[in-house]
Nanobody, 117 residues
């Protein structure tokens, strides 16, 4: 069973950058669709970015040209590079995996991103 350990969150000033990581165990990443979600206080969890098994990314409109999702299957790790952060990006960020044929799902534990001056 796939499990994630998530890291990389923290406090950053507006305009700054952070790189989030999720390290997998229990299974390889090769056959999983990967996504990043976020949830701000009082808000519903929302999709931020997705990357297919073949490595093709898609992004929510509010992060296009600022965030980059990537995967390194050999290192059992998924990433999200976040640039030009604004206060609106403050949230708990979660990585997510869904197996391409079993549809089994796994979530990271969440990492807090706070953008503040």
């Amino acid at each position: 069973q796939l499990q994630f350990v998530e890291s990389g969150g923290g406090l950053v000033q507006p305009g700054g950058s952070l790189r989030l990581s999720c390290v997998a165990s229990g299974d390889t990443l090769n056959n999983y669709y990967i996504a990043w979600f976020r949830q701000a206080p009082g808000k519903k969890r929302e999709l931020v970015a997705r990357i297919t098994v073949g490595g093709s990314p898609t992004y929510a409109d509010f992060v296009k040209d600022r965030f980059t999702i990537s995967r390194d299957n050999a290192q059992f790790t998924v990433y999200m590079q976040m640039n030009y952060l604004s206060t609106a990006d403050t949230a708990v960020y979660y990585c997510h995996a869904r197996h391409e044929w079993t549809s089994s799902e796994s979530w990271g534990q969440g990492t807090q991103v706070t953008v503040s001056s």
